[in-house]
Every structure is written in structure tokens, then in C-alpha cells.
């Protein structure tokens, strides 16, 4: 084995743990839990339509943007959740 196929071999190997690593910190959210944004105005994750999640702001009740389609209700994906917030700081809520 060459020098070049060694670190490609150890490259694909990183690949895999890093894969695996990803995959047990990955954090699921459920609907009805709470998030502030910037740690001020608080949200609501909520189902508006069959299969599509958005943030409803508590205050005045309108959605924070667009519902996002996601693909199991009860684990909303950390991937998801980026999406409905738009990548935006919100922070679950204790």
C-alpha cells in the first residue's frame, strides 16, 4: 500500500467516526416545547399542518416564517430545526 492509499484509507475511516460521532449528539425536539429568541421572546415549536412545523411567537400568535415539512413528528432533527428557525438564536427554554 502506497503512502497516498494509506491516508485515503485513514480519510474514509475519519469519515466513519465522524458520521457516528454526529449521529449519537444528535439532538431531537418534540412539538410544544418552549425556545427564546435572543433570550427574550418566547416560541412556541408547534404542528400547523399534517407533517409541518413552525415556531408560533407567544405574544401575538404569528409564525415566526413558513412551516417546514419534517419527516417524524415526535423528532424533530437538530437539521430541522435549522430550517424553522432559519439558523437563527434560539435557545430552548428550561
Known amino acids: 500500500m502506497t503512502p497516498q492509499e494509506k491516508i485515503n484509507k485513514l480519510r474514509r475511516e475519519l469519515d466513519k467516526l465522524e458520521k457516528e460521532i454526529i449521529s449519537r449528539e444528535k439532538i431531537n425536539y418534540v412539538c410544544g416545547q418552549r425556545f427564546l429568541l435572543d433570550d427574550k421572546e418566547e416560541y412556541i415549536l408547534s404542528q400547523v399542518e399534517p407533517s409541518k412545523m413552525c415556531l408560533i411567537y407567544l405574544k401575538d400568535g404569528n409564525r415566526y416564517q413558513e412551516p417546514i415539512l ?22 430552548l427554554k428550561e
Not at 70 to 91: P, Q
Open 70 to 91: 419534517v419527516k417524524d413528528m415526535s423528532k424533530i432533527t437538530r437539521e430541522e430545526f435549522r430550517l424553522i428557525t432559519m439558523g437563527d438564536n434560539f435557545t
